[in-house]
């Protein structure tokens, strides 16, 4: 067999239909757009977002003010008091030991420390962030809060 021998299935190739050309084709006339109208017109139709004359989505919708930051961290949140009843006196409060009381529900997320609720055990908490009013109750009950 030769690359000249080759040729398509009959059947699996379609001739364009080729409209305006005469009534003998079968496509001469209105060439298959129907009579008249807004359709029938070289780009005729509505656009996307067309609601039949009322006002479109996109132009009721207020234009809101303000942005997102795409560099803005999210941190998980856990409270001194949360820590009082969680951690035994002396113990080292860091990601993994919060993970593994399930306080926190993902390690690669970044631990801040708040201040709401009292704490009276001296802990050692190594986290990511810590308000500066959980640090002035974690250093008052005896504790020490150390940052990466």
């Known amino acids: 067999m030769q690359i000249n021998d080759l040729f398509p299935a009959p059947g699996s190739r379609k001739s ?55 560099n803005r961290i999210e941190y998980a949140i856990v409270n001194v008091s949360r820590l009082e009843d969680l951690f035994d006196k002396g113990a080292v409060v860091d990601i993994d030991a919060l993970f593994a009381k399930r306080v926190i529900k993902s390690k690669s997320v970044p631990v801040k420390v708040l201040g709401d609720g009292d704490i009276s055990k001296s802990l050692t908490v190594k986290v990511d962030k810590v308000s500066a009013s959980a640090r002035v109750k974690i250093e008052a009950a005896g504790g020490t809060v150390e940052l990466p």
């Open 16 to 70: 364009r239909k080729r409209v305006g050309r005469g009534h003998g084709s079968g496509h001469g006339g209105r060439s298959g757009r129907g009579d008249n109208g807004q359709l029938s017109r070289a780009g005729g139709g509505k656009g996307p977002g067309f609601e039949g004359g009322q006002n479109p989505l996109a132009m009721r919708l207020p234009k809101l003010p303000g942005f997102k930051n795409r």
